[in-house]
Antibody
């Protein structure tokens, strides 16, 4: 059974960084891309970035460039997304999402984890 | 990249059909046939309903249908059921090798 399991909720102060993880099981980890999508309270979905777990490709939306870092560990089937210089506007549920390479759609979503940025 | 434009809300009675539009530009919706639709019940993970404009994944009801004309894609739900009440988002690949979501539509079953 395909599963994408994310790390737990986080509470961070403005200016800090957060590192969230996404562990895959039930499929060949390196054969799928992973995206990060977030949803702020009362808002819609927002695409953030993509990573090829082999590390060959990463790309992010322009608004996150310079403060988002994605890494992967193929031994633990885990992808990490670190977002720095947090502000309250980064308060959101962050979803880890799977894509079959080059299909351009998201076929499996993690449960999401809430990141709250507050002083 | 601005969000694709969707109506904030659409409603219908059980058994009726509704259509949700998703308007983008020639750099996203109009550029590729890579438009997908997601159903999102709050507190749960979104679910893929339509991909590549009009294809349905295995397990998704035939009542869901997608189409596209120019820079506007559409999702039609036929025979509306209570379980269809949710938020729906379109998504498109873009010419900048990124992705963009729609603003979201709340579907209410009256």
């Amino acid at each position: 059974q395909v599963q994408v399991v994310q790390s737990g909720a986080e509470l961070k102060k403005p200016g800090a960084s957060v590192k969230v993880s996404c562990t895959a099981s039930g499929y060949s980890f390196t054969n799928y891309y992973i995206h990060w999508v977030r949803q702020a309270p009362g808002q819609g979905l927002e695409w953030m970035a993509i990573i090829d777990p082999t590390g060959a490709v990463t790309k992010s939306a322009q608004k996150f460039q310079g403060r988002i870092t994605m890494t992967s560990n193929t031994f633990t089937n885990t992808v990490y997304m670190e977002l720095s210089s947090l502000t309250p506007a980064d308060t959101a549920v962050y979803f880890c999402v799977r894509e079959v390479p080059h299909t351009r759609y998201f076929d499996s979503w993690g449960q999401g984890n809430l990141v709250t940025v507050s002083s | 990249q601005s969000a694709l434009t969707q109506p904030a809300s659409v409603s219908g009675s059980p058994g009726q059909s509704i259509t949700i539009s998703c308007t983008g530009t020639s750099s996203d919706v109009g550029a590729f046939n890579h438009v997908s639709w997601y159903q999102h019940h709050p507190g749960k993970a979104p679910k893929l309903m339509i991909y590549d404009v009009s294809s349905r994944p295995s397990g998704v009801s035939y009542r869901f249908s997608g189409s596209k004309s120019g820079n506007t894609a559409s999702l039609t739900i036929y025979g509306l059921q209570a379980e269809d009440e949710a938020n729906y988002y379109c998504s498109s690949y873009t010419t900048r090798y990124t992705y963009v979501f729609g603003s979201g539509t709340k579907v209410t079953v009256l």
